[in-house]
């Protein structure tokens, strides 16, 4: 799908071999204006400054991969059609 869009990654990590710590997403959280997170086929949107760290988590306690971040966007979780959108 990146291929497809002509989508230049800046940076690129494992959630397994380097997941993110609270303090990471905390400042992430601080550089974007919205959240989208996806769990299954939902999407919740919200405000960044409203958004708990325990709504980026998947049932494990992990946060829910991958987290991509466009302007001052932030998608949490795999959702096609949300990642197709905020790619355009």
């Known amino acids: 799908m990146l291929e497809d869009t002509g989508t230049l990654v ?8 380097d997941p993110f710590t609270d303090a990471e997403v905390r400042k992430l959280l ?3 204006d919205t959240v989208v997170v996806a769990k299954g086929k939902r999407l919740a949107t919200r ?3 409203e958004t708990e760290l325990d709504a980026l988590k998947g049932p494990t306690g992990n946060y829910r991969a991958p987290m991509v971040r466009k302007g001052s966007t932030l998608l949490v979780g795999f959702h096609a059609d949300a990642l197709e959108e905020l790619l355009g």
């Not at 800046?10 to 071999?17: G, I, M, N, Q, T």
């Open 47 to 49: 405000p960044a400054s």
């Open 10 to 17: 800046a940076e690129e990590r494992s959630s397994r071999k």
């Open 30 to 32: 601080q550089a974007v």
